[in-house]
């Protein structure tokens, strides 16, 4: 079920902040997050994440074409390494 439009997108506080920071100081670094859930806005397009999978941080790069999806949707949790069946197709 989608989030009601009246209550707007949802991003946890601290990542505006750090946002703003980095785009202030001109510097082009990853900025390292751990909240899969927040709303990609129009303020992060041109900046690199590090979107926490469990595991490590994977370097996402915003563009305009990301603007309302979530940062989750850009960094898998699982890898899927194919049926074990497929040994013969591979030859």
Sequence with gaps: MARSVWKGPFIDGYLLKKADKV?????????????????????????????????????????????GHKFGEFAPTRNFPGHGGDKKARR
């Design 23 to 67: 785009r202030s100081s001109g510097r082009n670094e990853i900025i390292k997050i751990w909240t899969r859930r927040s709303t990609i806005l129009p303020q992060f397009v041109g900046l690199t994440f590090g979107v926490y999978n469990g595991q490590k941080h994977i370097p996402v790069n915003v563009t305009e074409d990301m603007i």
